[in-house]
């Protein structure tokens, strides 16, 4: 009984928490929003794929998950997806800015477009700066929170993926580094995770 009852509260480290995850609709970010609705907290999934989006979020219970379209390049709309979630839940507890793409197979740099390359470090730099600005906006009076940004393995060698993809995973980190000292002291975590290949919808496209 005793077991149970650990292992139940186990299952719930998250009770209470509100948590806003970009490329919530598929992959690792899908994956963290079904594992945190099953540790307690309230889910917002922020991302472009509406269908898949609103998909996942039926699959979970109705009054602990939502959905926001957000592209993560446009600032108004992180400004929204952080407002939906406020608004909804009440507070911010979490962000993770997790929305990615790996760009073209393309790793010879003569062949390299710079709209390509400008198209990835949007994405998966300018998505997680402009995540991070509009958290802390809601972080900060609070002087509580969490920012969890996903780089990749990618961020700290070279010659696994694009140059967009590595330049800006590489960017991710720094970023991270930067902000953790700067919100530290307030009370708000940052961090990264660098995750190897997984087999998302995005890495099988990638290595077909």
């Known amino acids: 009984m005793a077991t149970a009852s650990l292992v139940s509260a186990a299952l719930k480290r998250l009770e209470g928490k509100v948590a ?3 490329g919530g609709a598929s ?3 899908e994956a963290t929003a079904r594992l945190f609705s099953q540790n307690g907290a309230k889910v917002v999934i922020a991302d472009i794929q509406d269908d898949q989006g609103h998909s ?3 699959e979970l219970h109705k009054s602990s998950a939502s959905y926001v379209h957000c592209d993560v390049t446009n600032e108004k709309d992180i400004e ?3 407002n939906t979630a406020v608004s909804k839940y009440g507070k911010l507890d979490i962000m993770f800015n997790n929305a990615g793409i790996v760009g073209v197979n393309n790793t010879n740099i003569l062949e390299y477009e710079l709209s390509e390359f400008q198209r990835v470090i949007n994405v998966n730099l300018v998505g997680v700066f402009l995540g991070t600005k509009h958290a802390s906006r809601v972080m900060i009076p609070a002087r509580r929170g969490s920012i969890i940004n996903t ?3 990618c961020g700290s060698i070279g010659g696994a993926a694009t140059h967009g993809y590595t330049s800006s995973k590489h960017a991710v980190v720094g970023l991270t580094r930067n ?3 700067e919100l ?3 009370g708000i975590r940052v961090n990264c995770v660098l995750p190897y290949v997984v087999l998302s919808p995005m890495a099988k496209k990638y290595f077909k």
């Open 27 to 29: 992959g690792i970010g």
């Open 179 to 181: 902000t953790a000292v």
């Open 184 to 186: 530290g002291p307030i």
């Open 151 to 153: 780089a990749s393995i």
């Open 80 to 82: 929204n997806a952080v």
């Open 56 to 58: 996942v979020c039926q």
């Open 20 to 22: 806003l995850i970009t």
